[in-house]
């Protein structure tokens, strides 16, 4: 079956640096994505991996194993307004395909304390 | 560049109702996936559109359809309403310029529907 595991819930420290695992078993892959979602909000797309690797953008960062069925999210100089859940999405079919789709993890919640 | 754009933001219904839910893409975004998120289950994909035609869809039941239009606006029906249908149904636009649909998609703000 097809299956997207992460945590649901973590905890971290403004100005603190924080790790998001995403683990993966799809039919096929075809990318990555993260999202961040604030609470009553939609999805905002932060990143996206489809080679080995990690990608940076600014505070954050996302790395990729696909012998791993692997993924995380980085976040540096954690601020408060990171407070918010993470989406880790993948795209199981192969490119051109219309049999494929994008499937969602459950997500991590991430709460920031001062 | 306007958002994505969905109508109505909430709408309450009672068991047996019918409802049609709008999405307005990005403009010149073919592409338009249809989402339902609970807190139980996350985010699950109901169906695609691209260029008028139904792409791909997901593991609803027939009372979940979907249709878009020649300007890729994108409306979802569901029918004969159940208590579980209570959920944020959020709506995502993508690129696509060739069809290929590796792009990114960007979310709508979603319509909360309560069914009573």
């Known amino acids: 079956g097809q299956n997207i595991d992460q945590p649901t819930e973590m905890t971290a420290t403004e100005g603190a640096i924080v790790q998001i695992n995403c683990t993966y078993q799809?039919?096929?892959?075809?990318?990555l994505f993260w999202y961040q979602q604030h609470a009553g909000e939609a999805p905002t797309f932060l990143s996206y991996?489809?080679?080995?690797g990690l990608e940076e953008k600014g505070r954050f960062s996302s790395f990729l194993s696909r012998s791993k069925g692997y993924s995380y999210l980085l976040l540096k100089e954690l601020q408060m307004k990171d407070s918010a859940s993470y989406l880790c999405?993948?795209?199981?079919?192969?490119?051109?395909?219309?049999?494929?789709?994008?499937?969602f993890g459950s997500g991590t919640r991430l709460s920031i304390r001062p | 560049k306007a958002g994505v754009t969905q109508t109505p933001r909430y709408l309450i219904k009672t068991r047996g109702q019918q409802v049609t839910l709008s999405c307005s893409p990005i403009?010149?975004?073919?592409?338009v996936s249809w989402y339902q998120q609970t807190p139980g289950q996350g985010l699950q994909f109901l169906f695609e559109?691209?260029?008028?035609?139904?792409?791909n869809k997901g593991n609803f039941p027939g009372r979940f359809s979907g249709r878009q239009f020649s300007n890729s606006r994108s409306e979802m029906n569901v029918s004969t309403l159940e208590l579980g249908d209570s959920a944020l149904y959020l709506c995502?636009?993508?690129?696509?310029?060739?069809?290929?649909?590796?792009?990114?998609?960007?979310f709508g703000p979603g319509t909360r529907l309560t069914v009573l």
């Open positions: 995502a636009s993508s690129f696509s310029p060739s069809g290929a649909n590796t792009d990114t998609q960007y």
């Open positions: 799809t039919s096929g892959f075809n990318g």
């Open positions: 991996n489809v080679l080995d």
């Open positions: 999405a993948v795209r199981d079919g192969p490119v051109y395909s219309s049999a494929s789709k994008i499937i």
């Open positions: 403009s010149g975004h073919r592409s």
């Open positions: 559109y691209f260029s008028e035609t139904q792409r």
